[in-house]
């Protein structure tokens, strides 16, 4: 390089006229700058199994996603500083847009003026207040919800309910715009992240259907084929097109583990990335195998006949020195091993919804931070944002510039039209209903969402997500959380010698068929029915024996965790309205089969699946 720019600054200054002499100018200070780009795309980490056209196609793709992320980021961090005349402004906006509709003129939309006129002019919404009206724009009516025809209609994962479906007027943008700015965000929060670093997008493809509008029926997270930024992610396009749970970890795996300099693990909600990892420990041999070979093991089947062939062809051959290093870790046990056969990761990108994270961190993450991917919901997507790392912050800031929020105290969340309260009316420590207003046709929704206020980013509120609404159980009048009944599980189960909960799930008895045996008793009173996986000493199993003895002395346990932490619950038991839990430790692997149960047996899919 400082040959050719010698050359270049020796033929302009000794005047050489002749065609060659700029012709060999031009060839060396264009071999110098090209010197100059290769030298600075080598500080961005790319992989160094690159060729030269893939890492300039990355650039492209992550350069674009890049730029667009830092201009949606410096809008959110103006907003931040004046929350609420963002809010205003993007409240009138969407007034303005939708006023002209069939919904809009039942509400007279286009006429409000202020936040305070909309607050008492427009009742508190559900679903079932838009369910005609949503038919009517699947059906393929125009002007019913919104001026634009949607070109999505997103399907919820139905766990609760029934699937519901809500417009998306541009699903592909807003999307985008997602990823966008998580990704840029993350080169804030991890500094020593190479923009080249590829990424694990972890991913399973959902069904995806047409409405009758022509709109795609679809989850939130559902990524579009085309324009898909493949080059940015180690799994192969094809990857991305895998149904079923079990084959899309493993090629996610496969494909990973063949990328040294890998940079970031992505999943929608923690639970993925766990399972991914404790599938490695049992299919790893296999996994090495094909990496040394340039195979994928037969037992992986796939949907679609052409996906192997995609597959084997993008493992280019074999790779048998990282076969080798990949061996020599894996002999040595999965203490660490994340950051032994990626020495470059620099973050985990997930929802911690369950308290996964600190087991895995334990284990398979140790050295690695976490960033809680944020939050959303199938109704108003994206709506929550973290610019920090997890163990050190876990609010969330709220995304003011793409939906207009109200609040409701916690006391008042079951009235039917409870007062609520704008963003700059909050106070630290409290909790609150979450209300939204989107520009896709959703006003003042109620989505069942519990957050509380932890702080503030710029002069915006900060939160974290408690729970859902719906996810709450309630045999008299208790309202018994799921927060608080994790917790009590924990510290019941933590009382045990080398024993964790790995997962759980609790019924109200009165939901429990009387013709189901296993629930037969003789008890006049409800109880909490309760389905615990443990662990004991790190073996995934615990002995019989030790289920046995310990049982009666858990369940006692739990009831006096639970009456120690709900006044309610505490007062019926001590009256005799409520009887003791009912506990039953159910096999190593139990909660996982269910998971692939759900997914094939019902509109929900991988990704959505809050394990």
């Known amino acids: 390089m400082i040959y050719g720019t010698i050359a270049?600054?020796?033929?302009?200054?000794?005047?050489?006229?002749?065609?060659?002499?700029?012709?060999?100018?031009?060839?060396?200070?264009?071999?110098?700058?090209?010197?100059?780009?290769?030298?600075?795309?080598?500080?961005?980490?790319?992989?160094?199994k690159q060729g030269v056209i893939s890492v300039l196609h990355h650039l492209y793709f992550a350069g674009k996603s890049y730029i667009r992320g830092k201009y949606f980021l410096r809008k959110l961090k103006t907003a931040w500083k004046n929350p609420r005349y963002a809010q205003d402004q993007f409240l009138m906006r969407v007034l303005k847009e939708n006023g002209d509709t069939d919904y809009g003129r039942k509400f007279k939309l286009k006429n409000i003026v202020s936040a305070e006129e909309f607050r008492k002019r427009h009742p508190l919404t559900t679903y079932e207040d838009y369910k005609p009206y949503v038919e009517r724009v699947m059906a393929g009516e125009q002007g019913v919800m919104t001026q634009?025809?949607?070109?999505?209609?997103?399907?919820?994962?139905?766990?609760?309910?029934?699937?519901?479906?809500f417009p998306q007027r541009d699903h592909r943008l807003v999307l985008t715009r997602w990823l966008d700015v998580v990704f840029t965000s993350l080169y804030e929060v991890c500094p020593r992240l190479g923009i080249l670093q590829k990424k694990m997008f972890h991913y399973v493809q959902p069904v995806i259907s047409r409405a009758k509008s022509g709109g795609s029926i679809r989850p939130g997270i559902s990524l579009y084929e085309d324009g898909f930024m493949a080059s940015c992610y180690t799994t192969p396009p094809a990857g991305f097109r895998i149904q079923s749970f079990k084959e899309a970890n493993y090629i996610h795996l496969l494909f990973a583990l063949l990328d040294p300099n890998l940079g970031v693990i992505y999943a929608v909600f923690i639970g993925a990335i766990d399972n991914v990892m404790k599938q490695l420990e049992q299919c790893w041999e296999d996994i090495v195998y094909d990496i040394e070979h340039g195979t994928i093991n037969e037992k992986v089947k796939f949907d679609d006949a052409d996906i192997r062939s995609l597959l084997e062809q993008a493992l280019g051959g074999g790779h048998p020195e990282r076969a080798g290093e990949l061996r020599s870790q894996f002999e040595k046990g999965f203490d660490g091993i994340m950051k032994r056969v990626w020495p470059n990761l620099e973050v985990l990108v997930a929802v911690e919804n369950v308290g996964i994270w600190p087991n895995l961190k334990a284990k398979y993450a140790k050295g690695i931070p976490l960033v809680n991917f944020g939050y959303g919901t199938s109704e108003g997507m994206h709506q929550g944002l973290n610019p920090w790392l997890y163990d050190d912050n876990h609010g969330l800031a709220f995304w003011i510039t793409d939906s207009f929020f109200e609040f409701i105290k916690h006391e008042d969340s079951h009235e039917n039209q409870p007062k609520t309260l704008f963003i700059d009316e909050l106070e630290i420590g409290k909790e609150y209903e979450i209300v939204f207003t989107q520009d896709s046709g959703l006003y003042r929704y109620r989505v069942g969402d519990v957050i509380r206020i932890t702080g503030y980013h710029y002069n915006c509120p900060t939160f974290e997500f408690m729970y859902r609404m719906g996810l709450m159980l309630n045999l008299r009048y208790e309202k018994m959380n799921q927060v608080v009944l994790k917790a009590g599980l924990q510290s019941a189960v933590g009382q045990w010698n080398d024993v964790r909960l790995v997962e759980y799930a609790v019924a109200e008895s009165t939901l429990i068929p009387k013709s189901f045996s296993d629930f037969e008793e003789n008890e006049d009173m409800p109880y909490y029915v309760m389905f615990l996986e443990l662990d004991q000493a790190g073996s995934t199993s615990i002995n019989k024996e030790t289920e046995t003895a310990k049982v009666n002395e858990t369940t006692n346990s739990i009831d006096r965790e639970l009456r120690d932490r709900n006044s309610d619950y505490e007062r019926l038991r001590r009256e005799g309205a409520i009887s003791r839990p009912r506990v039953h430790i159910v096999k190593p692997g139990t909660f996982e089969d269910f998971e692939q149960y759900v997914v094939k047996t019902t509109n929900t899919t991988a990704n959505q699946y809050k394990s």
């Open 8 to 48: 270049a600054w020796l033929a302009y200054h000794t005047g050489t006229t002749s065609l060659g002499g700029w012709f060999s100018g031009f060839l060396a200070v264009a071999a110098s700058c090209i010197s100059v780009l290769f030298l600075w795309i080598l500080t961005l980490r790319p992989s160094p």
């Open 148 to 165: 634009v025809m949607p070109n999505a209609f997103i399907q919820t994962s139905g766990t609760t309910g029934p699937s519901k479906y």
